[in-house]
Each structure stands twice: as structure tokens, then as C-alpha cells.
């Protein structure tokens, strides 16, 4: 619930699919954290991920240069208002 917070709720919610695999899982963190990152400059410049389960404890390590592209270098994707304006028969909302 830090600074960078409120920038990860429309990727969760957007980009979230139930039964990832674990490495989609911490890529889908990866990719998340990085973009946070991109638009607020007190996140930091690193990730680090930390995987329980019952072989134990898994951490990793993404320093800056390593981390996925940021928002700027993405490819453009489909707005909310356009994806809720087709849902709907393109009649609006």
C-alpha cells in the first residue's frame, strides 16, 4: 500500500487470470511492480519477489536494467471506455 499502490489496480484488473502458473504469476508482479515504477518516482528502481510454497522459500532479484518496459514502450492495448463501450453494443455507457 505504498506510493506506487494505486498504479497497479488497473493492471491487476485488466491483466489478472485465474490458474497462472507460478512463473506467469511472478512475471505478471514483475511486469506490474515495473510499471508502478515507471510513474511514480518514489518505488524505487529494483523488484524483489518472494515465492513460498512447500519446497520452501524462492527469492529473486530485478534490478532496474533487467525489468520489463515500462508504460511509454508498450504496445497500445484497448482503453477501458473502449472495451466497456463495445460490451455494450457500442451504444456508450
Known sequence: MG???????????????????????????????????????ASGGVVQTVILNSKGVTKKFYHGDSLPPRREELEPQDSLLDILSSSHGGSGI
Do not use: N, P
Open 3 to 41: 506510493s506506487g499502490s494505486s498504479y497497479l489496480h488497473g493492471f491487476f484488473d485488466q491483466q489478472w487470470k485465474e490458474g497462472m502458473t507460478k512463473d506467469d504469476a511472478e512475471r505478471f508482479v514483475v511486469k506490474a511492480l515495473s510499471l508502478a515504477i515507471g510513474r511514480d518516482s
